[in-house]
């Protein structure tokens, strides 16, 4: 795949201007992914709800362009609120979806007036110490998980969300008894899944342990929180996810089994973060160095620091080399971060690549500036918004004296 325009705007003259390494977004491509999705599941189901996963990207630009498509905010942390707020969403439209929490962060949860998914019973009860919430739901661990690498699996007996199953009446009479009005339920099917038919499997091993729950507790199902995981394509010969069959086939799952317990129609709520984000974003980095060792080694101004994935648990991204297509053998494509686990790729096919070239990272808006660090004094890159035509800065690169800046002497 060769990559030399983002959104109409060369890759080189990007470079040039906003320096490299550096995040570039398209705007309009944002959009089109949220009312993609959007559009899939309405048509499916009456009442439908997109809380995006704030944690995929974070960038206040980024939430401002979702928050006007419609979309709510889904926060895993008080940092995650925080930035929410400060992006405008109506305090109505933030959801909170955390897990171990500290008695800080379950004060700022208290303060929330949007959907509230506790992932214990345990964080349930040090709420309740300090608020008790009008409406709340547990994440049920559905014993179902998947994802394209076992460090992002959400599900199942060794996954450390939710509650089994068994617990779940428990659970919710526990919060009836406590005060609550209002319920749902929620589970994590897992991460970055393509296949269509696992969001139906999941939602059905839910509600067949859930449903009966509230029919025999007698309690209202305000909301069905199927969660997010909704996968993209990170190689070519990935498919994309068929949103229409997976928004008709978890329907009919959630409609056949909320009718058989006569729990109505409550709102169904997703949480979408890499399907909204992923593909509507580069990583620009440069060629610093060509070693020829014991292997051939291309070295750029990005590193593990800048796209931590492939380092932390062997995600691939697209690469492209601009102005160049073939390939002159393979090559280990590697950054400047003193670490032996400092690798985008090993044996990658590359054209004859020199000093200087511009590389490119596809799919990298969803857990790549939102995973930096400054580990090394390595500076984070800048993050830079294409919208009908035009580039600007929407977060500078951080400079040295910022990375000190919290120091104490």
């Not at 068929?242 to 409609?255: E, H, K, N, P």
């Not at 317990?261 to 620009?284: Q, S």
């Amino acid at each position: 795949m060769i990559v030399k325009q983002i959104d109409g705007l060369d890759i080189r003259d990007l470079a040039v201007r906003f320096g490299t390494p550096t995040y570039v977004y398209s705007a309009g491509r944002i959009r089109e992914n949220y009312h993609a999705l959007n559009s899939a599941l309405s048509a499916s189901y009456p009442t439908v709800r997109l809380q995006y996963a704030v944690k995929a990207n974070m960038n206040l630009t980024v939430l401002r362009i979702l928050r006007d498509c419609g979309a709510g905010a889904d926060c895993a942390s008080p940092g995650e609120i925080h930035a929410a707020e400060r992006a405008g969403f109506a305090p109505e439209a933030i959801s909170y979806t955390g897990n171990y929490e500290s008695p800080d962060d379950l004060g700022q949860v208290a303060k929330l007036r949007g959907l509230v998914n506790m992932d214990d019973v345990t964080s349930f009860e040090r709420l309740c110490r300090i608020h008790v919430p009008e409406r709340i739901s547990f994440r049920i661990n559905p014993g179902l998980g998947r994802g394209a690498f076992e460090q992002i699996n959400t599900g199942g007996e060794k996954s450390k969300f939710g509650i089994p199953f068994e617990q779940a009446e428990a659970a919710y009479r526990l919060a009836r008894d406590r005060g609550v009005k209002r319920f749902g339920v929620h589970m994590m099917p897992g991460s970055s899944i393509l296949d269509a038919e696992h969001f139906a499997q999941a939602a059905t091993l839910l509600l067949d342990a859930v449903a009966p729950v509230f029919a025999k507790l007698g309690l209202p199902l305000d909301f069905v929180d199927v969660g997010g995981g909704f996968g993209i394509p990170y190689a070519d010969h990935e498919t994309s996810l068929d949103l229409t069959a997976m928004a008709q086939g978890l329907s009919a799952a959630i409609v056949e089994r909320l009718d058989r317990h006569h729990l109505g129609r409550p709102t169904l709520v997703c949480e979408p973060g890499r399907i909204l984000v992923g593909n509507a974003g580069w990583l620009i980095s440069r060629v610093s160095a060509v070693k020829q060792s014991y292997r051939r080694f291309v070295g750029v101004d990005a590193g593990m620091t800048t796209l931590l994935r492939p380092a932390l648990y062997g995600a691939r991204h697209r690469v492209s080399v601009y102005g160049k297509s073939g390939t002159s053998g393979t090559a280990d494509l590697c950054g400047p971060v003193c670490e032996s686990s400092d690798f985008f790729a090993r044996d990658l096919a590359l054209p004859d690549v020199t000093e200087g070239d511009l590389i490119t990272f596809s799919e990298a808006g969803a857990y790549g500036y939102a995973m930096s660090s400054d580990y090394n004094g390595r500076p984070r890159p800048a993050e830079v918004l294409i919208d009908a035509g035009s580039a600007r800065v929407i977060r500078r690169r951080q400079s040295l004296d910022e990375i000190l800046a919290l120091n104490e002497v």
